[in-house]
């Protein structure tokens, strides 16, 4: 009997060992993670939702809503003016950093996109912050202050 014990005792220490180690090495947890900006700029406020799975992003969401929840890209007329002053516009760079980032998995090196820079600062703050709790598993909805 006291051999059984050991054994599942060992077992135990074993897998509680192991579970804590799966967090501690940096690696991202499985889930859900949304972070968003604290304050509205110019009417809107920048999201950013991942999917982890396997440990890698596979999905990035990153755009914007104002306070009725319509969603920046889908704004046809800001859209044609923001192309015609900057020469891009929501749909294409909220994209572009979604693209970069389920590439490198990191806000390392973030190519700011002209014309968007202050959204390129938010995505880099909000995709440090999700990192974070992507590897902490926390997936509760974290708001954090904007980059500008």
Sequence with gaps: MPKRMLMILFSCVLLFGLGGCAQQDGRLIDGYYTAELSEYSHGWKEFLTICVSDGKI????????????????????????????????????????????????????????TGAS?????????????????????TDLAVVESGE
């Design 58 to 113: 596979v999905t990035a969401e990153y755009n914007a809503k104002n306070q009725s929840g319509f969603i920046k890209a889908w704004d046809m007329t800001y859209m044609r003016n923001m192309n015609s002053v900057q020469g891009t516009y929501p749909n294409r760079y909220t994209r572009s950093y979604a693209a970069f980032l389920l590439k490198t998995q990191s806000a390392e090196g973030i190519d700011t996109v």
């Design 118 to 138: 202050s959204s390129g600062s938010n995505f880099r703050i909000l995709v440090e912050t999700l990192i974070e709790k992507a590897k902490a598993g926390d």
